[in-house]
């Protein structure tokens, strides 16, 4: 399934900034993420914390995905990717991972309104054929819906991994040398990333992951390359405003080299000890080793 587009009766653009988006957003100094990405984690803790069934957790974290994504249309954002589901977690009990498939199904539905509201258009990406029919019809009526929204795009990570994405593309790839469309000595970064799976959102600037835990478990490897990270050890429902809020703060305040160094980074002339740094050194001869 990919996702759709193309013009859309009753298509909505992106929601008017109030005040308050546009304070906010000053106060970052104009330094902010188009393309926010997040790892929803600790709704089972969250639960358990309370005494309740792990799957209550998956509820209320439903609540923080409209709260975060509603905001993140207000302030501006372009694209939300959100990890909710992974090709590793169809390892956990069927109970879970049906009533996670069902809650996909009724946020889709309930969602609708909230999606159109702010001109967000649903975009789905992992092996979607994977999911259970009925919840590929949702995601394929909500696509179909808000295909002609013109504001932020929201991504659902759904039976996602960042290495079958790879692989995915590879394959694609492959086959079109095989259909002789493609030459391999065209693979490079450019040529491949048009084999991913929703190759026109551009590299997340901003990867934050609930609950604590400091890796990127599967998620977008290719795409995570030069995104900032936050990790907060609040868990995913209780994830709202205020937390949003300081996690583009401190994305605000990162200086972002891509490997370079910044502008302003060049040394005064005279400064001591280049003649230590290659001592010992053999001179340099071209085709030396
Ligand atoms: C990780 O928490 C979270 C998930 C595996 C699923 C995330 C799903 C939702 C937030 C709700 C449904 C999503 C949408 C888009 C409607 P965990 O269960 O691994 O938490 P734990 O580490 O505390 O066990």
Known sequence: ???SSGGQAGAT????PTPEALAF??????VFPDHVAIIMDGNGRW??????VRVRGHKEG?????????????????SLTLYAFSRENWKRPDFEVSTLMRLLRLYLRRELRTLMDNGIR???IGRLSDLPEYAQRALRETMEKTAGNTGMVLRLALSYGGRTEVADALRAFSEEVAAGRRRPDEV??????????????????????????????NFLLWQASYAEFYVTEDCWPDFRRPQFEAALRAFAARKRKFGALPADADEPAGLEGLDDVLEGAP?????GS
Do not use: F
């Open 122 to 124: 649903l975009v789905a």
């Open 13 to 16: 653009g992106p929601p008017a």
């Open 25 to 30: 957003r000053e106060s970052l100094g104009g």
């Open 1 to 3: 399934m990919s996702p």
């Open 47 to 52: 639960a358990q914390e309370r005494g309740w």
């Open 62 to 78: 439903t609540e923080s995905v409209r709260e975060i994504t509603t905001i993140a249309a207000e302030l501006g954002c372009k």
């Open 188 to 217: 490079n970064e450019e040529t491949l990333r048009d084999y991913l799976y929703d190759p026109g959102t551009a590299d997340p600037d901003l990867i934050i992951r609930t609950a604590g835990e400091m890796r990127l478990s």
């Open 283 to 287: 001179e340099h001869s071209e085709g």
